[in-house]
């Protein structure tokens, strides 16, 4: 069922028509690639958002809605993480992590100051949900 859900991702990702989701952060480009409404759950969506760094990219410290889970897999290059204080860990292309509802994400961060880095994050969420994430100044 895992596979057939990731080959799923992985062809949207392939056809979708891409929307950019923020523009404002220069080291990176976030992309949301797939968003569905849950036939079986009401009220929620899964959302596909595709994370794209440069080189030494980072995406400032956030958090993302309350009603958000998050399933995310590296798919190129390594992402250096760091979440709710825990330690900080170097997830690598084909490894994943979650997210809960309310974690803070202090650390996202390509791990290389040459190579791109891409992350698939697969959100479960409220529909009407607009605001992925929340940047801190």
């Known amino acids: 069922m895992i596979r057939t859900f990731l080959c799923a991702t992985a062809l949207v990702f392939a056809s979708a028509a891409a929307v950019s989701a923020d523009d404002d952060h220069s080291d990176e480009k976030v992309t949301v690639v797939y968003d569905q409404p849950l036939p079986n759950v009401p009220g929620k969506s899964m959302k596909g958002v595709l ?11 956030h958090t993302h809605p309350k009603s958000a889970f998050i399933y ?15 330690p900080v860990t170097v997830y690598h292309a084909g490894e994943n ?18 190579e791109r880095a891409r992350l698939l ?13 929340t940047y801190e100044k």
């Not at 994370?51 to 410290?61: D, I, L, R, T």
């Not at 995310?72 to 825990?86: D, E, F, K, P, Y």
């Not at 997210?99 to 994400?105: C, K």
């Open 72 to 86: 995310a897999t590296v798919l190129q290059g390594a992402i250096t993480s760091r979440v709710n204080g825990g």
């Open 51 to 61: 994370v794209e760094y440069a080189p030494g990219g980072s995406s400032p410290a």
């Open 121 to 133: 994050a697969v959100f479960v969420v409220d529909t009407n949900e607009t605001n992925l994430t």
């Open 97 to 114: 992590f979650s997210e809960f509802p309310g974690d803070h994400h202090a650390v996202s961060e390509n791990a290389s100051k040459t």
